[in-house]
């Protein structure tokens, strides 16, 4: 039995959510976010809460069943309170910064790295450091935050690169000859 898809979803108030057929909507002072669910499974409104339920016990379905309800509670808690995630830029030089929308990167290549954050995801750079990158969707904001670390990602002997805040690099020594 899925324990994650029995749980029902609180919804807070100031959101508003709908079920038209198989799709879902939920809005919130962050904006408003959509889900094309499964046929099979079942969304129920109670309430102030919301139940994930499935038809049966097949393996499809108790597949879908702790998703479903993972990606709704994922809905509700980014229109509410949002996503967010930090990266820090480790390199001599290394450094960012925001023109217009768009996010400028030196990372140590011949060129500027220049990208444009997909619609609904907000960047921010405090410092020539650190990059802020914050949404509803938690996709979008985890999948931006890839594509930007993939860019430069941190190489094991000095540290260089753009990494997650929480993340720690594993740091290797370097040639055995070398004082």
């Known amino acids: 039995m899925s324990r994650i898809g029995l749980k029902p979803i609180a919804i807070p108030a100031g959101v508003d959510f709908s079920i038209n057929g198989n799709t879902v909507t939920v809005k919130g002072p962050n904006g408003a976010l959509t889900l094309d669910k499964h046929p099979n499974i079942t969304v129920s409104v109670d309430g102030s809460e919301v139940n994930v339920a499935r038809p049966n016990d097949n393996k499809e379905n108790r597949a879908l069943h702790g998703l479903t309800r993972s990606l709704i509670a994922n809905m509700v808690e980014g229109v509410t309170t949002g996503f967010k995630k930090v990266l820090e830029v480790n390199g001599v030089g290394y450094r960012v910064q925001l023109q217009?929308?768009?996010?400028?990167?030196?990372?140590?290549?011949?060129?500027?790295?220049?990208?444009?954050?997909?619609?609904?995801?907000?960047?921010?750079?405090?410092?020539?450091?650190?990059?802020?990158?914050?949404?509803?969707?938690?996709?979008?904001?985890?999948?931006?935050?890839?594509?930007?670390?993939?860019?430069?990602?941190?190489e094991p002997y000095k540290g260089k690169g753009i990494k997650y805040a929480e993340e720690h690099i594993r740091r290797k020594e370097g040639k055995a000859g070398k004082k």
Do not use: W
């Open 100 to 154: 217009g929308a768009n996010l400028v990167m030196n990372l140590g290549y011949s060129h500027q790295v220049i990208m444009t954050p997909p619609e609904g995801v907000k960047v921010e750079c405090p410092s020539a450091t650190q990059i802020i990158i914050s949404g509803a969707d938690k996709q979008a904001v985890g999948q931006f935050a890839a594509q930007v670390r993939e860019k430069r990602p941190p």
